[in-house]
């Protein structure tokens, strides 16, 4: 019972004994005959012996300094007899690795629970740890890095100085419930389109001042972009891609080209569907700053009528990509509307809007 | 003796083990951010070499995690310094110092690529055993690295031409300092006829648009293999390809739908059918005398250049 046949090399030379293996008290006996028919027998002293930690069913375990003398058998009672001659030396330790002994069927659950665990990893961790690193990041980090994106960004385009100051003056008439600085500058571009940069920064495109009708329109613009810049959605945006890329690149690390850029676009995809989420909570949360200061949440539908007449869902492809189908908006907002709660007459927002509209209109 | 002696190194690989054992290695590495990689690739070299069989034995690879950690570690420093002075030079907004800045980065890059071909070579054959009798590479540092250096300008300022050459004159120089215990090698390749070989296959790929990519990637396979020669004392014994272009190309076609399909999934199994494909299609010709292969190689245990070429991303030979 303590005898199991083996193969043997003695490290010197690629001959393959097919040997004995005697489990002494203190030490292993390796004995075979060699090619000249003599009986050759060798010593291993158990602290010099090594298990070689493998996929297979072949035990191998090692002996001595380099060149190692090796033995290979295949004996599913060794780990046993092992066990009950040696208690207080284990020569298998547990590891991670063991599962790949298991038959196919177990590794294939175990893999397809562990890709279950990467999705949803990927599909709702990784929003949340984005969030999360966002909620951190401190705020006066996160005003100054983005002033200096503004900074860079507003060469780009020609401001509008008066325009700027006018629309500043609507903006403070509104309460935002935000401590972030809001900004506002307007810059003499046709597209209808606008904004909002960390840390309260939102630039407004004149096209879209020029089709308002009402103060209720431009006071949900604003609030749609303030809450953009309350609630962090580029810092949580800009960590959700970063960190998509990064779970990417660590999972494909090993996996071929056609791979990688499968996953490079499906993560492009899913990251649009993120920021199409942080739009429609820019919606929600605009309209309650709308609610709270009793503008008429009928701004919102109007604005979304405006987008939609301005781009046409259809060649909309542009906003599409970041923003929710403007139909869908719009009939969101025009659900929301049937619950206005009271409405406020604000004189001072009147007065600055009208000063806007004559600027506009001429 | 017999007439016909041949040789074959069978893979008994599966893509389900594979598979796992790429599972894993991405959850840990995940888990760890990161740091998790040289023991991940350090197991899936350890399945890949004991699903190698010759002549009845495994092949078995030694190398550690552990070893490969600390490879892992001076590789990512070589490379943060890199960036460290490409970003310096760049931040000062001085002209002159940015250029210098790229300069350097672009230098060192280069010059990392023969150090970490070097080291890898030197490190993945010293771990790498048959019937406990190890693999070796005696190629001196130095030596590679001028010749590389030379190799590069020469083909730089030739527009490419001689890149043939270049890649013979490598794989002559590693050949000829690759042991196996008491085996030695040599690669007989010339760069003339691996430069006919590289523009006709370039040429009839192009007027084919794309069909004669199989017949020329038989070629290139075949120029490498056969070329191969093996030395046992005064005995030299050739390596032969038996690959077919058609071969090949169901090869190809077949791992590409695999992947595809599966969205990248099954990708374990098409590196299996690779695997297979490669190992099948190699024949060592002549006597052999399989037990009488001896130790002659030094223990050998920086595992750097294994990390740098694995992220400088260059497939080992
Ligand atoms: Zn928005």
């Given amino acids: ?362 | 003796m017999e007439q016909h002696e041949t040789r074959q190194v069978t893979f008994y690989g599966e893509g389900a083990k594979l598979f796992g054992i790429y599972i894993v290695n991405i959850l840990l590495t995940l888990v760890t951010l990161g740091l998790y990689y040289p023991w991940a690739r350090a197991a899936l070299l350890k399945y890949l070499y004991e699903e190698s069989e010759f002549e009845g034995s495994r092949f078995t690879f030694h190398g550690t995690g552990k070893e490969m950690f600390i490879g892992f570690i001076k590789a990512i420093g070589i490379f943060l310094g890199l960036y460290c002075i490409l970003f310096g030079a760049v931040a000062t907004h001085n002209m002159t110092i940015t250029l210098i800045g790229v300069a350097v980065f672009y230098i060192g890059f280069l010059l990392l690529i023969p150090i970490a071909i070097h080291g890898a070579l030197r490190y993945r054959t010293s771990r790498s055993s048959w019937r406990g009798i190890h693999f070796g590479y005696r190629g001196d540092r130095k030596e590679f690295l001028n010749m590389f250096i030379v190799g590069s300008l020469i083909t730089l300022c030739t527009f490419g031409i001689y890149g043939a050459w270049f890649v013979i004159e490598i794989r002559k120089y590693i050949f000829k300092h690759l042991r196996f215990g008491s085996i030695s090698f040599s690669y007989e390749g010339e760069g003339s006829a691996f430069f006919w070989m590289n523009l006709k296959g370039y040429m009839l790929t192009l007027i084919t648009f794309g069909i004669y990519s199989f017949w020329w990637a038989k070629d290139l396979f075949a120029y490498y293999v056969n070329n191969i020669r093996m030395y046992q004392g005064e005995t030299a014994l050739p390596f032969r390809s038996t690959a077919t272009a058609g071969g090949y190309f169901k090869l190809i076609a077949v791992n590409i739908l695999i992947i595809i399909l599966s969205l990248g999934l099954a990708t374990p199994w098409a590196i299996v059918r690779a695997m297979q494909f490669v190992f099948s299609n190699i024949h060592i010709d002549g006597p052999l005398d399989v037990n009488a292969i001896t130790q002659t190689e030094a223990d050998y245990s920086d595992a750097t250049g294994e990390d740098l070429a694995d992220m400088i991303d260059i497939g080992l030979v």
């Avoid at chain 1, 990893?121 to 401190?138: D, E, N, T």
């Avoid at chain 1, 935002?176 to 939102?202: C, H, M, Q, S, W």
């Avoid at chain 1, 850029?261 to 429609?280: F, K, M, P």
């Fill in chain 1, 1 to 362: 019972m303590y005898n199991f046949s083996v193969r043997y090399h003695d490290g010197r030379l690629s001959i393959a004994h097919d040997a004995t293996l005697t489990l002494m008290p203190d030490h292993w006996l390796i004995h075979y005959r060699d090619p000249s028919g003599e009986l050759t027998s060798v010593r291993w002293t158990l602290p010099g012996i090594v298990t070689d930690e493998n996929f297979s069913h072949l035990f191998i375990f090692r002996f001595g300094e380099f060149p190692q003398q090796t033995i290979e058998c295949k004996d599913g009672n060794l780990p046993e007899s092992l066990k009950k001659r040696y208690p207080e030396r284990p020569f298998f330790k547990r590891r991670v690795t063991d599962i790949f002994k298991l038959n196919n069927t177990t590794i294939a659950g175990v893999a397809f629970t562990v890709l279950m665990l990467i999705g949803l990893g990927y599909w709702f961790g990784l929003p949340w740890l984005a969030g999360a690193v966002a909620a951190r990041f401190p705020t006066s980090a996160e005003i100054k890095m983005g002033d200096t994106m503004y900074e860079n960004m507003i060469r780009a385009y020609e401001v509008d100085d008066q325009l700027t100051a006018k629309l500043n003056d609507f903006t403070k008439a509104i309460d935002f419930k935000t401590n972030y600085p809001i900004r506002v500058t307007v810059v003499t571009e046709n597209d209808a389109n606008a904004f909002a940069l960390p840390g309260g920064n939102i630039v407004v495109f004149e096209g879209i001042l020029r089709k308002m009708k009402t103060k209720e329109e431009l006071a949900a613009l604003l609030a749609h972009e303030v809450s953009h810049v309350h609630y962090r959605h580029s810092l949580r945006n800009i960590f959700r891609s970063l960190g998509g890329y990064l779970f990417l690149s660590l999972l494909l690390n090993d996996i071929n080209g056609i791979v990688t850029i499968l996953a490079d676009n499906s993560n492009a995809l899913a990251n649009l569907t993120y920021s199409r989420e942080l739009e429609t909570e820019a919606d929600t949360k605009g309209m309650d700053v709308l609610q709270s200061n009793g503008i008429r949440l009928q701004g919102f539908v109007d604005l979304f009528a405006l987008l939609q007449s301005e781009h046409g869902d259809v060649g909309s492809l542009k906003l599409l990509s970041t923003h929710p189908l403007t139909e869908e908006r719009l009939r969101a907002a025009e659900m929301i509307v049937r619950g206005q709660k009271g409405v406020v007459a604000n004189r001072e927002l009147e007065k600055y809007w009208q000063v806007i509209a004559a600027a506009e209109h001429k």
